[in-house]
């Protein structure tokens, strides 16, 4: 399995854009805190994969398609997806993110609810600057999903009988539908036939639900210094994730009790450490693996209609990294 970096080697030049073009969009404001609260975000990049679907995906139709408004909308996207990342740790009360200080933990929750706000508004700018309809509908269609399904997802805390059903649609608006959107404006970028904007926006689809049950499967059983924030996060607000309702599942009556006693005691890391040892004991790990599973190979099924290229390439190989960050080295003994 090739890194990030290998997969990625195809669109460098065009990511080093994506990071240009975002500094510069931080840049252009007068206002000293604004450059420098962006310029505390850029330092923490992330893995860039919204943006880098958006690259893929245009140039896996038409690999001559012109950079500039494709950099503008792959830009729009990471900004998009920084925005939500500010809100939502406002929302989880979250300390850390890539190990670094949060933007709420760092200069209060109303800053960084105004930050998250004046990125939307920086996205939504590069987007209309590209002069097609086609776009901007696709990229509010996916923000407005985004907002649902955080929405939908708090009001759903502490919620043991949550339907696996309504996590998929939680899933599905939250986080599935930026990474559709990145797919299929990329398409309407290189201006492709519709089965082509078709499929990947179905790989994108399938793509971001099998990304978020890996994260959701990492916040569980992973250490902190790999997961670059606290384990146990989900649990520490209430949600409950697939492996949680895969592990109610997989037990006994008997021992369920016990389990939603150990999730209701919240941000106990002896908790935690149960919580893992029995995700693996009943079973539910492997489970929850092959639901990623299943819907990476849907994703990678999606790319069938494609003409064959180093780009599409790369994004069947994205399907297996993000597997592999879920499952690459084995997790049973609780830290």
């Not at 969009?25 to 450059?35: L, T, Y």
């Not at 059903?165 to 398409?187: D, E, H, M, P, W």
């Not at 250490?223 to 997989?250: A, W």
């Not at 069938?304 to 790369?314: G, H, N, R």
């Amino acid at each position: 399995m090739r890194e990030l970096k290998e997969i990625y080697r195809p669109i460098e030049k065009d990511l080093r854009e994506i990071n240009n073009l975002i500094g510069a969009s931080f840049g252009k404001s007068e206002n000293r805190s604004i450059a420098y609260m962006g310029k505390f975000l850029l330092d923490s990049p992330g893995k860039r994969i919204r943006p880098a679907l958006a690259i893929l995906s245009a140039r896996a139709i038409r690999p001559s398609v012109s950079s500039a408004q494709l950099i503008k909308i792959a830009s729009a996207v990471e900004l998009i997806h920084m925005a939500s990342l500010v809100h939502d740790d406002v929302i989880d009360h979250s300390p850390t993110r890539h190990n670094k200080p949060t933007v709420n933990s760092k200069w209060g929750k109303d800053v960084a609810i105004a930050l998250g706000d004046y990125l939307y508004s920086v996205a939504f700018e590069l987007v209309s600057e590209c002069d097609n309809f086609d776009i901007v509908h696709c990229i509010s269609l996916a923000t407005k999903a985004m907002c649902e399904g955080e929405l939908i997802q708090v009001c759903e805390r502490d919620n043991l009988n949550l339907l696996k059903n309504r996590y998929i649609v939680i899933v599905k608006k939250k986080t599935a539908s930026l990474f559709a959107a990145s797919c299929q404006t990329g398409a309407l970028v290189s201006e492709g036939y519709g089965h082509y904007n078709n499929a990947l926006k179905e790989y994108g689809l399938n793509f971001g639900i099998a990304f978020q049950i890996v994260d959701d499967y990492l916040d569980l059983v992973e250490e902190k210094d790999r997961l670059g924030k606290n384990p146990g996060q989900d649990i520490g607000v209430g949600e409950t994730t697939l492996p949680v309702l895969n592990l109610l599942q997989s037990i006994p009556v008997d021992k369920r009790k016990y389990l939603k006693k150990l999730l209701a005691s919240r941000k106990n890391k002896n908790a935690l450490k149960e919580i893992k040892l029995m995700l693996f004991d009943s079973g539910a790990a492997l489970r929850t693996k092959e639901q990623a599973s299943s819907y990476a190979t849907l994703a990678r099924k999606k790319l069938d209609v494609l003409p064959d290229s180093i780009f599409k390439q790369s994004l069947s190989e994205l399907t297996e990294f993000i597997m592999q960050r879920g499952w690459g080295r084995a997790r049973r003994v609780a830290s």
